[in-house]
Each structure stands twice: as C-alpha cells, then as structure tokens.
C-alpha cells in the first residue's frame, strides 16, 4: 500500500507538474488512485505511517517513509511559523520558516516512535533515519563547520545525518566515524533478515551490523560520488579528492573537515592515485537512459535520446490526457 506526493521530483525523465504554468504542484495519490487531501504534507504523512503501522502491528512490515519537509517550498502552518518568529525575532524569514518546519518534522518522527512503543514493536524494530543531501543554501540552511551545500560534493552537500536504532541487537547512545552510505541500507536489511544477497550485481554497499554491534570498527575503504556536469569526488580514508571541471581539490578530512586547504600541490602521488582509483571505478558504468551524459562526465551521452526535451514533453502531454480523461470519467 502507498500514500505519496506525485510531482516534480529529482530526476529528468518524469514530470507531473499539474497546473498550465509548470508551477511546482503535484497531486496526492494512495495506490493508484489520486486523491484530493487536506492538510499540511508533512503531518499526513506522518498520520499515515502511524495508520500504517496500526493495521499492520500483527506481522512484519517495511514502511519507508519519505517526508517532503524540511525540502522547498519552504512552508509550514502559520501558528507554528508566529510562535518562532516571536522567539527568535531577529531571524530571517526563511530561517524560521526553515525551524517550524523542522518541528512538524520531529513531531512527526517522534509520533512513528511513540506508536511503536506503544505496540511494543520498538525495541525489535530496525529503524533508520537519514537524509539525502546536506542543507540546501535557497532554504537559509547552516552547514557550518562543513563547506557547500545541497548539490555540491563539498562535505557540506554530501555528509548527513544517518541514525539507526535497533535497541533488541545493539545499544544506543553511540557515535561511529567511520563513513557509511545510504546504500548500505538493503545489504544490512537483508543482514538482519540473514538473507544473503544476490553475487551479481555486486551490491556497492555493505552490512552496517559488524560496526553497529561494535564487530568491526572500519567500513568502507574507499566511497565515490558524481554528478552531470564533470563534478566528482572519491574519499579513501581521510583522503579526499574533489574535481569539477579543471579544478582538483584534496583535502585531508580528519585535519580539515571544512575542506580549507587544497594539498593537491603537495601531495601529487596521492591525486594520482585516487584520480585512477575513480576512473577504474566509473569506467564500467553506463550512461543513463534519460539524455544526461554519464555522471562525472563532461561529454554528451551517447546512449541518450537526441532530443531529451522532446521527449519530456511529450511525456508530459500524454499526462495530462490521462489526467483529463481520467477527470471526464469521475463526472
């Protein structure tokens, strides 16, 4: 079962913008029927996956909940908008837009919680918690200590939150610094479930219980990022080397987590090694389906459609059809 925002989301291939003028609205859809709901998003949602978890509290479940907050628009309920700005006069309006954002958010987290421990299911529940991207600079976002932010590959822009609490296997309370990634989220469910995952593909990330259950102190030997455009970074132990266009970066993380001093001069070995490092790993990779050139990479895709636009377009003119047929037949 599935209750979400269908709109414009973070890809290029699949656009539901719904108004003539392209504005960034997106309909409500649960399964596959659109709905028309009232409220604020990110509330809803939080009533929804403890509706979810309600009906489902007899039997293993997998809730993935994916809140809108604290992303752009940046909007919340006037109530809690006034009781910050009066708290905290001397803010700007988008920072505090961004605060009472942030506490329908917790409050919402917070409700998943309670719920779970209110149907004893928490303690034997696999929970994680994290973000995508760092804070993005057009919602008055705060990286400090770390440089950049959303859409960069600056540690501000890339390093993140990432909680995890499964109180029946490991104790809480705890810091690990050794880097971990998003995508090792499915190798350690499939750990928890002592299911072994599949040869081919290679997953790329790894089981985070040998280092949550304090097994292993050390995780991943070398983590790759890239974006469209030729940006791209590789991080191997505290070395970290950063590249967008003709400019190459390296910094040591454990003495410069603000990313301050570029040591590439001084360490050309280093920027030799892990610039190769990087070229062996995104060398088997594909471009993608949707036009864009290969990530990290400066040239045009050669397995891309000639004309992406073109075909945006048209998918979203086959949308809209859809969406008016489907209007013509609930009158």
């Known amino acids: 079962e599935c209750y979400k925002l269908m709109g414009r989301g973070a890809h290029s291939y699949f656009d539901l913008r719904v108004d003539s003028e392209g504005k960034f609205k997106g309909p409500i859809y649960r399964n596959k029927a659109r709905i028309n709901d009232e409220g604020y998003l990110t509330d809803r949602l939080s009533e929804e996956a403890v509706a979810f978890i309600d009906r489902n509290k007899k039997q293993p479940f997998l809730l993935y909940l994916a809140y809108n907050a604290v992303h752009a628009p940046p909007e919340a309920p006037q109530a809690t908008i006034d009781k910050y700005r009066k708290r905290f006069p001397d803010l700007g309006k988008e920072r505090v837009i961004l605060m009472a954002m942030l506490e329908h958010l917790d409050n919402g987290v917070g409700a998943v919680v309670d719920k779970l421990k209110k149907e004893n299911l928490f303690d034997n529940t696999l929970l994680f918690f994290l973000t995508d991207n760092g804070g993005a600079k057009a919602m008055n976002a705060d990286n400090t200590p770390l440089r950049g932010f959303k859409g960069s590959l600056y540690e501000g822009g890339i390093r993140t939150p990432f909680i ?28 928890a479930l ?61 003495n410069d987590p603000s990313e301050e001093t570029n040591l590439a001069g001084q360490h050309p070995d280093m920027v030799k090694k892990l610039n190769s490092a990087f070229n062996t790993w995104m060398a088997p990779m594909a471009d993608p389906i949707t036009g864009g050139p290969k990530p990290g990479n400066l040239e045009p895709a050669k397995n891309g459609p000639s004309d992406p636009d073109a075909v945006r377009q048209k998918i979203r003119l086959e949308r809209k059809k859809q969406r008016e047929a489907e209007k013509k037949n609930q009158q």
Do not use: M
């Open 164 to 191: 995890v609490s499964w109180p029946a296997k490991f104790s809480g309370g705890r810091t690990v610094d050794a880097p971990v990634i998003s995508l090792d989220i499915l190798p350690t469910v499939l750990d």
């Open 194 to 254: 002592k299911v072994k995952p599949p040869k081919t593909p290679a997953f790329d990330g790894k089981s985070l219980l040998p280092l949550l259950t304090g097994q292993s102190k050390t995780h991943h030997d070398t983590l790759y990022w890239c974006k469209e455009g030729g940006e791209w970074a590789i991080r191997h132990g505290d070395w970290k080397l950063h590249t967008v266009k003709n400019q190459t970066e390296l910094f040591h993380l454990g």
